[in-house]
């Protein structure tokens, strides 16, 4: 292990599309993933999400030149209470078990989820040097949220400096209608308690717009839809704040993967894969917009055409509603969107949707326990640490799986 040097990522892509789907297959529980082909559009798209000033952020473990692992954070500014904090989430890290493998001389141990001593090791090294690199960067804070197979070996070395703010964070999904379960079941392999399951959960809601319409937004809306996700920190403990030039940049990083090759088109042709950005526009008012990409996801036995909801947010007009009636339009705007893509694609995905829980009933979670964690790196930070428990919050979320 003295061999191995840490240093600012060098986005080799070659490198980086080896690393990523040996990581899923050897590490990810029930084959997720794993036969996904990773394309240079979607590393570019990850390499985006860091701006120039944060690259350093981005390091990778090496031996010989050879890439055994990355760990990247991801800047943001959040306000916490009345303050600003400069903030960066840690994304899944990626490990290539071949290279280790090698390193070390024998089979690495990444079955079922666990880390062996070497991999432990370094993701250790990987983690004490992304601190120290996010203090220079003045870093308020670091939040994480690891997915269980990091858990189960690094709780002990992560909880033992960071705080638990929420026990569970995961992923929220929604199936999109009852006839998706036969494709559902194929691919994923469902048993028949977990069929008769979604079925329970599997329909949409009867509210749909009745005034306005559901659109795609145009340049014009982007000032209106950023000021709709800002306002959640007029509401929430700890949420995001973004500047105009930032939320540019983010959307304009998603119209890369419209041009991307999908394996599973011919398939499913009716899938609209692609990214966008819908608002709910009534008289004039910008009331609600939505930020997501269909994407494929490769299960047990093939691909799906999968909906993610990025980002989502309403206006004061909606906000400051009787709380039924705040509950109604919610409803009636996240009924009219999912019509749209309702048997064209299967699953939806909300990631971290811890800002708006009344917005995603309906939705069953991941079936895994993913907490929340965060460590205060300077002073003006630790009044986060001290909370018992953050129930509601708006962080975005990075990581490796390039979902």
Excluded at 167 to 193: C, P, Q, S, T
Aim: charged residues 25%; aromatic residues 12%.
């Amino acid at each position: 292990m003295e061999k191995i040097i840490v240093k600012t990522f060098d986005w080799n892509e070659e490198q980086l599309l080896r690393l990523i789907p040996n990581f899923q297959e050897k590490c990810l529980k029930d084959g997720l993933e794993k036969g996904k082909t990773y394309t240079k559009e979607e590393i570019e798209f990850l390499r985006s999400l860091y701006p120039e000033y944060a690259s350093e952020m981005v390091i990778g473990a090496y031996y010989e030149d050879n890439l055994l692992a990355v760990l990247g954070a991801t800047p943001s500014t959040v306000k916490f209470q009345e303050l600003l904090l400069n903030a960066a989430g840690i994304g899944s890290w990626a490990l290539d078990p071949a290279v280790l493998s090698d390193l070390t001389g024998g089979e690495s141990d990444t079955n079922a989820g666990v880390f062996d001593k070497s991999q432990l090791e370094i993701f250790q090294k990987l983690l004490i040097e992304l601190i120290e690199r996010a203090k220079t960067n003045n870093i308020d804070f670091l939040y994480a949220t690891p997915v269980p197979f990091e858990l189960k070996t690094l709780t002990n070395f992560i909880q033992t400096t960071w705080t638990l703010l929420n026990k569970n964070v995961e992923n929220l999904l929604k199936i999109m209608g009852r006839e998706a379960l036969k494709f559902i079941k194929d691919k994923i392999g469902l048993n028949v308690l977990e069929v008769q399951a979604a079925k329970i959960v599997a329909g949409l809601k009867s509210e749909r717009i009745e005034s306005g319409e559901l659109r795609e937004a145009i340049e014009e809306d982007i000032p209106k839809a950023l000021e709709i996700l800002n306002n959640y920190s007029k509401i929430l403990d700890v949420a995001r704040i973004w500047t105009l030039e930032e939320f540019q940049t983010y959307l304009a990083k998603f119209e890369g993967m419209k041009n991307k090759a999908y394996q599973s088109q011919g398939e499913f042709p009716e899938a609209p894969f692609g990214s966008g950005i819908k608002v709910w526009e009534d008289a004039g008012v910008i009331k609600a917009a939505v930020v997501y990409v269909i994407d494929e996801m490769y299960f047990k036995n093939g691909f799906l055409p999968i909906l993610y909801i990025h980002q989502i947010g309403f206006s004061d007009e909606i906000i400051n509603k009787d709380p039924k009636e705040v509950k109604q339009a919610k409803n009636a705007f996240m009924g009219s969107f999912l019509d749209l893509y309702y048997l064209r694609t299967y699953i939806c995905y909300a990631s971290l949707p811890y800002y708006d829980e009344k917005l995603f009933d309906g939705f069953i979670g991941e079936r895994r326990s993913t907490p929340l964690l965060v460590t205060a790196l300077t002073e003006k930070a630790k009044g986060l640490t001290e909370l018992k428990k953050l129930k509601q919050f708006y962080l975005p979320a990075v990581d490796f799986k390039l979902k």
